[in-house]
Nanobody, 124 residues
Framework: QVQLVESGGGLVQPGGSLRLSCVVSGNIFRLDTMGWYRQAPEKERELVASITSGGNTNYTDSVKGRFTISRDNAKNTVYLQMNRLKPDDTAVYYC??????????????????WGQGTQVTVSS
């Protein structure tokens, strides 16, 4: 069993900052690509940022220069530092991970593990 637990969401004024964390626990041989997605009301879930096991990052255009994704492999944790927040950033933010497992000598990767989500509200 694998668990992804997000934290750090909340209410913040426009221009403010928040730092999201996602801790992964359970049967993990290796954490591969990890990402943050968000879903606003009546909108589809979208990729915000991703980071590979080697540290390569990718961002959606609307957050470039404002958000930073990072990871601590020793702690099985991924972070999303969000600065200069805007009302349009309001959404539920979800952590996503691709995880490699090892079992009975077999090594295999499963995609699409999700956390339960954390609400981010940007409002004055």
């Amino acid at each position: 069993q694998v668990q992804l637990v997000e934290s750090g969401g909340g209410l913040v004024q426009p221009g403010g900052s928040l730092r999201l964390s996602c801790v992964v626990s359970g049967n993990i041989f290796r954490l591969d690509t990890m990402g943050w997605y968000r879903q606003a009301p009546e909108k589809e879930r979208e990729l915000v940022a991703s980071i590979t096991s080697g540290g390569n990052t990718n961002y959606t255009d609307s957050v470039k220069g404002r958000f930073t994704i990072s990871r601590d492999n020793a702690k099985n944790t991924v972070y999303l530092q969000m600065n200069r927040l805007k009302p349009d950033d309001t959404a539920v933010y979800y952590c996503n991970a691709d995880i490699t497992h090892s079992s009975s000598g077999a090594v295999y990767t499963l995609h699409g593990y999700w956390g339960q989500g954390t609400q981010v509200t940007v409002s004055s």
